[in-house]
Structure formats: C-alpha cells, structure tokens
C-alpha cells in the first residue's frame, strides 16, 4: 500500500471521498487541488497539511494565498500548478479526479514521473488512450481504475488464469433518471430533472453525462484501453439497483461479478492497497434487503450518445477525442440553458460525422481534435 498520496480534484465529489478513505487509511497528503473552491479547499489544507495546493483559476488562488498565510502549504494555480502537484516528489501515487480534459496533462506528466495512478478522470483515456498506456508501458508505472465499473472489471480479473479466458467485459449501468424514456417523453425535461440520479451522488458534470448515457460511452471507450478489448467485446447492461458494478466473462461462459454498495470508496480505497484489502468505511452490504436484481437492454436508438461513442472507438484515432470534447460543450451549454437535452446526443454524433479524424501522434493532436469537436458545437448552436 502507498504512504502518500497526491489528489486532484480534492473538492468534488471523488475528491472528498478519497479523503476520507485517506483519513481512515491514515495516509500522508502532499498535494491538493481544486478548480475554484476555496472554502473546501481551506479545510482540507488545514486538516492534511499538504506542501502544496492548487487552485486552477489564477484569480481565486491570489486570495488563498491570503487566506492560508499562516500555514506551510505553498499555494500554485493553473495547468503548471496541476503538473507540479501530479509530480511531486513525495507523492507514491496521484489519484485524479480532476473533470474533463484538463485531466490529460497532469496525467501524463506524473506517469512520464514515475508515479502510480489511481484514476477517476475519463477523459485522460477516452481522448489520449494510445498515449497513456504507452507512457504507462515505457515509464512502468501501474494504473489501478477508480470508476466503479472499471474497478469491478479489475477485481474480477484477480481471479483470471490467462486473458486467453477472457471473452467479454459486461459493463453495468444505472440508466440514470431517465431509464425507460422514450425520446418524445425526453424532449423537455428540465436539469433538475437531469440532474436527479437514482443511486449516485455525483458532480453536476457527470450526472447529466449519466442522464445522457455518455458516462456509460465513455466507461466502454476507457475499458477499451484499460484491459486491451475491442470495443465489440465489451458490452453494457443496465441495471437499476447498482449493485452490481460490472462483471467478466470467460470463454466457458462462466461470468464473475463484483457487487457492494453504490459507494465510491470501495473503488478508491482498492486502488490505494491494491493487491490488499482493508476495513472499509462502507457498510456491509445485505442482500436480503435489496431482495430483487433487475437487467435490461440499453436504448441505443434514444441514447444516442451511448452509440457515437461506440461508433468512435470502433473508428479510432482523434474520434474518441471528438465526441469527448463535443460532449463537454454541449453538456455544458444544457447546464446552463443554452440547448435542450436531447441536443446533448444530436451535437455529439454530428461532431463526430463532421469534424475531421485524424492519427493521434501526440498530445497535440488530442488538444487538435477537442478544440476542434468544441467549436463544431459551439458554431452549430450558433
């Protein structure tokens, strides 16, 4: 197990929990970060004393520094701020949780450092896939999945002689508030509406992803890379109760399942004492209470978003990178109004029908491809 950890994105909802299996863990923090909340940040720099911590925006990190004047914590901001915490030298793993595609940077840089990574950050893979693994082959650093799904699929794994056995991945999904909608029932539902999961307590950002089935899109472009499958081995059930969290199948048609309770830290915690398993602060979970597991198909004519991002691993190149970064605008244009949430599926599928692919050779390349999918979205919307 790792003594201590750096932790991106500390103030979300990943962020707070892995700070929690930190304290429960009893684990040195040397870094924190935050994209603009400083009043979380504060209590946690107090309470974990990090040599640094960093908040994105610039302007709202000149008033921390103020406001923490009386601690040793150095206070950075922006993206060299981010990659000096995911490299910092006392740090035995960063764990990032970071939303978006600010996430790939620091990525890269802490795996080009040598440092384990625990991670919650889709993105990083879904957009620079071949790169990440790459860098994790070449540096030979290992990289343990905190999405509950990905780690479900690693736990099951633990228990596989050869990959030659393996025959599919079953990803699980919730199906979000929306679950049985056809798109008619879809076309005016409000973010309140988008925004109440079933079974998670999530960021606004991904919540709505869960809504739309992107989170799910994503999950199968992420499996892709992190297990080595194609995506047309890599299959998607939802199931209500999240109880489940994925499940393997072997080539005897035997299928192994993770279950727990819809709780993050199970997923962080593993990641952290991998291969070991330790007390957790979840509590047990009774089958006999939940009684009834539920199964279905998912909607892939109503969702489109869950099609174009099987479309765009099967496609490959910058294609994952263009319904991401697509995605991330039209996502936040429903957030704030601008689009309805049907649009959400509708921008993302003509960005990656209409923006260019192209070879993913370099970090600039994937920069290329999302700049390119986020003002398709935004010159469409107009």
Known sequence: MVNTISILGSTGSIGTQALDVARKLNLNICALTAHSNTDILEQQ???????????????????????????????????DGLIQASTADGADMVL??????????????????????????????????????????????????VDSEHSAIFQCMQGMNDKKELKRLILTASGGPFFGKTADELKDVTLKDALNHPNWSMGAKIT????????????????????????????VVVHRESIIHSM????????LAQLGQPDMRIPIQYAITYPNRYESPVKPLDLTEISNLSFYKPDYKTFKCLSACKKAIEMGGSAPAIVNGANEVANRMFRDGKIK????????????????????????????????????VIDAVG
């Open 45 to 79: 720099v107090r309470e974990f004393k990090p040599s640094f911590a960093v908040v994105f925006c610039e302007d709202k990190a000149k008033d921390f520094r103020l406001k923490i004047a009386d601690t040793n914590t150095k206070v950075l901001s922006g993206m």
């Open 96 to 145: 990032n949780s970071v939303v978006g595609m600010v996430g790939l940077l620091p990525t890269l840089s802490a795996i080009n450092a040598g440092k384990d990574i625990a991670l919650a950050n889709k993105e990083t893979l879904v957009a620079g896939g071949q790169l990440v693994m790459n860098a994790v082959e070449a540096n030979r650093v290992n990289m343990y999945p």
């Open 208 to 235: 709505i992803d869960s809504a739309s089935m992107m989170n799910k899109g994503l999950e199968i472009i992420e499996a892709s890379w992190l297990f080595d499958m194609p995506q047309d081995r890599i299959d």
């Open 248 to 255: 393997i199948e072997f080539t005897d048609n035997s299928v």
């Open 341 to 376: 949430f049907l649009e959400i599926g509708e921008l993302v599928t003509e960005a990656l029908h209409n923006v260019e692919k192209k070879e993913i050779k370099s970090v600039d390349d994937v920069l290329f491809a999302d700049k390119s999918a986020r003002q398709y």
